[in-house]
């Protein structure tokens, strides 16, 4: 029965493929979703994790391979990390999937951990990667996944037509500085502010950009930043990147790197919001 529940999902994922969009078109900003980067002490055995979550290998520049998701890319380093993603001040990302009971079934039939949330709706649970690292899955069409902006303007989200795709961020901050946080999202990147729907609980805060939520949790005190742990760094596609990076400089925001030119053909630059998180800006990586 393992066998067969893998099987049957390989087979839809392959059939999807061909119908796979690239990252999302940006924001009226030139902000759109673009990468998680990692850092990992077996790059195969990671590698294996993502591919079988649905991620499709392909090369970037000839020289380094991207694993690719609708509407993200997952980078790979063989690196130490400092810590977990759990414990910084991003938690954990999660993927919106059309079942997710068969996704964990899915995920378990090949090893790896599974669990369901304490919710008990079948609706949302979690797999564990190699090096501990926990990926939620929430159910397409579920409560979970729909997002209320605050001007009240509430779209059901589109029936999913691909087999997985990033839903959420999840940050952890101080009760003082949740608003702040959103805030500042809004404020550089053009997200979307509002509430995303929980299954039992009042919503969390959150701002929308295209390709991913950025839900906020409270009551996090003093959680160090994400750069040198697992979850590395995430990223940002930029549309018009080098006189967006001018545009931060002139709202007084540092470039921990400034814009640059890449061989493989992709710009990028290098930020950290006032919470910790270390960000990529790119531009190009929505061409692979």
């Known amino acids: 029965m393992k066998k067969l529940i893998s099987a049957v999902f390989v087979a839809i994922l392959i059939s999807a493929g061909s119908s796979w969009a690239q990252l999302y078109p940006p924001n009226a900003t030139g902000t759109a979703m673009g990468h998680l980067h990692y850092n990992v002490k077996d790059i195969e055995a990671n ?9 499709q290998p392909v090369m970037m520049g000839g020289t380094r391979e991207v694993l690719k998701f609708p509407g993200v890319m997952v980078l790979l380093t063989k690196a130490e990390a400092t810590g977990g993603t759990e414990g910084s001040v991003i ?6 999937v059309p079942n997710t009971l068969q996704m964990l079934d899915h995920m378990k039939s090949l090893g790896y951990k599974t669990e369901l949330a304490t919710s008990a709706t ?8 190699p090096e501990d690292e926990r990926i939620e899955f929430m159910e397409d069409q579920s409560i979970n996944v729909k997002f209320v902006p605050d001007s009240g303007q509430y779209v059901p989200p589109p029936k999913m037509t691909v087999p997985i795709t990033l839903h959420h961020i999840h940050f952890f901050v101080p009760d ?3 608003e702040k946080i ?13 509430k995303r729907f929980r299954t039992d609980m009042m ?5 929308d950009l295209p390709g991913v939520n950025l839900n906020i949790s409270g009551g996090h005190e003093g959680l ?6 697992r979850l590395t760094h995430i990223g940002f596609e930029i549309r018009n990147l080098e006189e967006f990076c001018k545009k931060l400089e002139a709202m007084g925001i540092k470039l921990d790197r400034p814009y640059n030119k ?27």
Not at 263 to 288: C, H, K, M, Q, S
């Open 176 to 178: 003082a500085d949740v």
């Open 203 to 207: 919503g969390y805060t959150a701002a």
């Open 262 to 288: 890449l061989p493989v053909g992709i710009a990028n630059a290098y930020i950290t919001d006032p919470w910790g998180t270390y960000i990529e800006l790119t531009e190009g990586l929505d061409r692979l």
């Open 91 to 96: 938690n954990h990302v999660g993927f919106r």
């Open 182 to 194: 959103q805030a500042w999202y809004v404020k550089v990147f053009g997200a979307v502010p509002g």
């Open 47 to 55: 590698r294996k994790f993502w591919i079988a979550m649905g991620a």
């Open 224 to 229: 160090p930043g994400i750069n040198g742990r």
């Open 122 to 129: 079948g609706k949302v649970g979690s797999v564990y990667g």
